[in-house]
């Protein structure tokens, strides 16, 4: 989609800071972390948001949850994490591009805000 922010950082027109890419996901880093680490996953294919997801994309969400583990493994989030996933308006999606937060590094709080 032309006019995604996060479709540009996938296609490489805006810089952002990989912790991985494969041919389907990539993961980076949040410009404005919440937590000491906050990744950003995401499909490559433009999916809007978790309302959008098709049945035949859920293999798709299924690696990017084992994308998600393994990265979290890396950066050595061994005492716990957070996946979050907000869809639409009043579940705080700020980008139409469906994405995962990995959110670690220090304790989170629950319920979120
Ligand atoms: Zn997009």
């Known amino acids: ?7 540009k950082i996938i296609a490489g027109e805006i810089p952002s800071k990989k912790v991985y ?17 906050h990744i950003l996953v995401m499909p490559k294919e433009h999916i809007a948001s978790m309302e959008d997801v098709l049945d035949e994309h ?3 969400l299924g690696h ?3 994308v998600i583990r ?11 994490y957070r996946i979050v ?13 469906i994405h995962f937060h990995l959110l670690g590094g220090r ?5 979120p805000g």
Do not use: Y
């Open 1 to 7: 989609m032309s006019d995604c922010i996060f479709c």
């Open 21 to 37: 890419e494969d041919d389907r996901v990539i993961a980076i880093h949040d410009i404005n972390p919440a937590a000491p680490v």
């Open 58 to 60: 859920l293999p798709l």
């Open 85 to 97: 996933n907000n869809c639409g308006e009043q579940g705080g999606q700020e980008v139409p591009h």
């Open 107 to 111: 304790s989170l709080t629950w319920p």
């Open 70 to 80: 393994n990265v979290a493994r890396e950066l050595k989030l061994d005492k716990g």
């Open 64 to 66: 990017i949850h084992g």
